[in-house]
């Protein structure tokens, strides 16, 4: 990489903002309406955003319309939507049989304050579809689905700690800030209790002897939860046998096994991580999509560990119920949504689909880098895609790329400066994605999407390049 000042000194003028960068200026003069918007957030909003990933350098997009795969900002601009809600949206923005279905929920009524027909027909729709699904409990949200299915698994088990992997993100409450993206030491972020994060142990993904060796020392473990196919979607893999395994080891120790499904619901086969695996879990936390990208979540799993939320399973057996109120558990619009998703997703090939098209975007983009000679690679399995920027300047082949001879510091590490400037580069072609550069397939992507994505990747590239950053 060039070094930056040298680079500064002959780029050319300087923009509005005080950078020197070619591509920063063709972004702000394509997004006017984004930049005016992202001022005026500052006076309300910390960091003027509403969630810490539409931090972007100089700033996010603002989004007026989406329709199937794509979104459009405020200034008209169309992009390929590569976020997809965050991955809620496999059938797309605005799917007619979801929206018809939100529309006439929302005739009805967005709040009952009692049970509705609804609850019943979207817990249904989960069981038809999740192997271990035999009681459903909803929450509003995912963290607050694996909030609930570890105060479950302490309860049922009667013990305290906690076994997770490092890089694995299930939410942001307080059992799971330490080991995501720092204090990989266990040690606790800023508000929350000592005790709290000391009562996780955050092992080395994949590493199955760690999970021995923790058993074998600590006989207080009540669950063990894990994205189960890697942290991010896979950004850093995980294969079936892991999961077979640590399925096969907490059943000996009498240990929970906890899915997060949040991401991989309904993304990995229609049953999920654990149908594409054959492992059944305890408990499992289900999002985004199960709410057809309406706001709500779901823990589902055993009966016996769920009946500590029944009000007639507690008494009978003399033990103290765990409360769970919340307003919005099993919104009927959200129910509707979650009705309609699930009910397509149950009786097409949508997430077939999907899967299918992010193959064919993997291997586009990696032989662009190929004729490219760029060292990086697109990987990932079902319907996401990843891009390893090879922090420590391996000698790779894009179409040969292998993940999983690579650490887990290694395929999170990108540089930061350069993903950004690639992600806004990506931007000004039309190309939206996360911020890890990976984002996730839907079912109304096209093969026309993918060779325009493979074309924008060119075009950002070549920016990179004309700035001396590649």
Known sequence: MADLDQHNAVIGPVDSAGTNSRIVSAYRARTPGSRELAAAAQDYLPSGIAHDSRHVDPYGLYIDRAAGPYKWDVDGNRYIDFFGGHGALILGHG??????????????????????????????????????AE???????????????LRLARAFTGRDRLVRFLGHFHG????????????FDGSPTPGVLDGVAQASLLLPPGDIAAVRAAFAAHDDIAAVILEPTGSSFGQVPLDAAFSQELRALCDAHGVLLVFDEVV?????????????????????????????????????????????????????????KIGHPGTFNANPVSAAAGIAALGILAETDAADRAIATAGRLRQAVNELLAREGVPWAVYGTFSGFHLFMNPERREVDPV?????????????????????????????????TNGRIGGFTSATHTDDDVAETAAGFAGAIAMLRAEGEL
């Open 95 to 132: 799917h007619k049989v979801v929206t018809a279905a939100v529309g006439e929920a929302l005739a009805r009524g967005t709040q009952f304050g009692a049970s509705h027909a609804g609850e019943i027909a979207w817990a249904a729709a989960i069981r038809r579809l999740v192997p271990g």
């Open 135 to 149: 009681r459903v409990r909803f929450t509003s949200s995912g963290t607050e689905a694996t909030l609930m299915a």
């Open 172 to 183: 942001w409450h307080d059992h799971m800030t330490s080991g995501y993206t720092n204090h």
């Open 264 to 320: 991989t619901g309904f993304r990995a086969t229609k049953g999920g991580a654990q149908a594409a695996f054959g492992v059944r879990p305890d408990l499992s936390s289900f999002a985004k999509i199960v709410a057809g990208g309406m706001p709500g979540a779901a823990v589902a799993g055993r009966k016996d560990i769920l009946d500590l939320l029944d009000f007639a399973a507690t008494a009978a057996a003399g033990r103290e």
């Open 400 to 432: 040969e790329f292998d993940a999983s001879a690579c650490s887990m510091m290694e395929l999170k590490a990108q540089p930061k400066h350069l993903a950004q400037r690639l992600r806004v580069a990506l931007m000004v072609h039309g190309i939206d």
